[in-house]
């Protein structure tokens, strides 16, 4: 078996499952299930017919390169979302079976196990694909703390000018995960300049790109920066988009990359031999789901009701701020995050995520401790009164640590 499996650790959801074994819920209570990021809106019934109505492609083999009406649906989603001069839909984008499975994929593809000590290089905490891609990809991942201090932006003087030089693959996840930062277009010149002084390719992971809460301000994009930064051609960038969260279609599987065309073309070859070609019937209903956008419209208004109702009445109780953009609230515990992940299932009968889950410690602190990822997720209802409770949990554990 290949050794790089031994230094994998467990997914966050199953050191979870493992923290709250044995631990009895209140019963009186109804569960409220916060700890996963898994859209819970109904998929819209157009993407549902589209599915339904091209079953017929199940008789045929799919493409790697995918379906030309797919990948043009999709450069012309990314014109007209991020105000791209072009992109290519012949040679810039390709179709995948979810973002998830093309970040880890490309690791495989990019890195050079050649290459003295090959290092990755991610925000921390992290979307745990990424180090687990790198771990098998024969690299050493290091970790970018964002810290609240910082507004928990990325910090790149972090790491020694050493470590930069034997990058060969950075990860960036905009709007963040746990935390819903947008990098800045400074931020992304700087990484932009670190990546022409060494050379590593930027994968940047946009899943979240189409939660926000104020329409009249959408995040930037990576290919949206470059453009201003005038960069032609995307070099050496890669985007992986999904229409998970944007469409509330997580078991479509359906997203795609964007970006530097030479080094598509070369993923490419590697998916060609990897065997992840989209089923499809699944091309027809993305194809649907990108040239709509009044679905979206309206999955951003039930986020912005739940993080509305959430955060006014956590405000009471600790500070907490609705997010810049995703569907998270990354809420500061002022305590250990494994027992208040704990206490809060037991008294209260509400899962989230501790957040040190999400995270490694790096340079002596671990970024995520003390902190939990709470998914807004569940219907309005639930996710007021899962803010309830705890806001309830907050005020008895204020007054319990009071002193008297």
Not at 108 to 135: C, K
Not at 329 to 357: E, H, K, M
Not at 369 to 383: E, G, K, Q, S
Request: proline share 7%; net charge neutral; aromatic share 10%.
């Amino acid at each position: 078996m290949n050794p790089a499996l031994d230094r994998l650790q467990s997914y966050p959801f199953q050191k979870l499952d493992a923290l709250l074994k044995g631990v009895a819920p209140d019963a009186r209570l109804a569960p409220i299930a916060l700890h996963i990021g898994e859209p819970k809106h109904p998929t819209p019934e157009f993407i549902r017919r589209a599915l339904a109505d091209n079953l017929a492609g199940l008789a045929q083999y799919p493409s790697t390169l995918g379906a030309e009406g797919l990948r043009v649906a999709i450069a012309e989603w990314l014109q007209r979302r991020y105000g791209l001069t072009r992109i290519d839909a012949k040679t810039q984008v390709i179709p995948v079976n979810g973002s998830r499975e093309a970040l880890f994929a490309f690791a495989q593809a990019v890195v050079d196990r050649t290459r003295s000590e090959p290092t990755v290089v991610m925000p921390n905490p992290f979307y745990q694909i990424y180090e687990g891609a790198a771990l098998l990809a024969g690299a050493t991942p290091q970790y970018l703390n964002t810290l609240p201090g910082r507004a928990f932006a990325l910090d790149f003087e972090q790491l020694p000018d050493a470590v930069w030089r034997r990058t060969q693959l950075v990860y960036v996840c905009s709007p963040g995960n746990p935390t819903g930062r947008v990098m800045s277009l400074q931020e992304w010149q700087q990484l932009f300049a670190l990546s022409d002084r060494h050379g590593f390719v930027i994968a940047a992971d946009e899943c979240y790109s189409e939660i926000y809460f104020d329409e009249a301000r959408p995040p930037l994009g990576a290919l949206q920066a470059a453009q201003q930064c005038g960069r032609s051609g995307y070099p050496r960038l890669v985007v992986f988009s999904s229409l998970s969260k944007r469409s509330n279609v997580p078991g479509m599987r359906s997203g795609f990359v964007a970006g530097d065309a030479e080094i598509l073309q070369r993923f490419l070859l590697y998916r060609t031999y990897h065997g992840c070609a989209m089923s499809p019937p699944i091309h027809a209903a993305s194809i649907a789901a990108w040239r709509d956008e009044a679905h979206v419209v309206e999955n951003r208004r039930l986020y912005r009701e739940k993080f509305a109702a959430a955060t006014t009445i956590l405000r009471d109780v600790t500070e907490i701020a609705t997010p810049e953009a995703a569907f998270y609230l990354w809420l500061d515990t002022q305590r250990d995050d494994t027992g208040f992940a704990r206490d809060l299932y037991r008294q209260c009968n509400i899962s989230v995520l501790p957040g040190s889950f999400l995270a490694r410690e790096a340079r002596g602190v671990n970024p995520g401790r003390n902190f939990v990822r709470i998914a807004l997720v569940a219907p309005t209802a639930d996710c007021t009164e899962a803010a309830r409770r705890i806001a309830a949990f907050l005020r008895s554990h204020q007054a319990v640590t009071e002193p008297s």
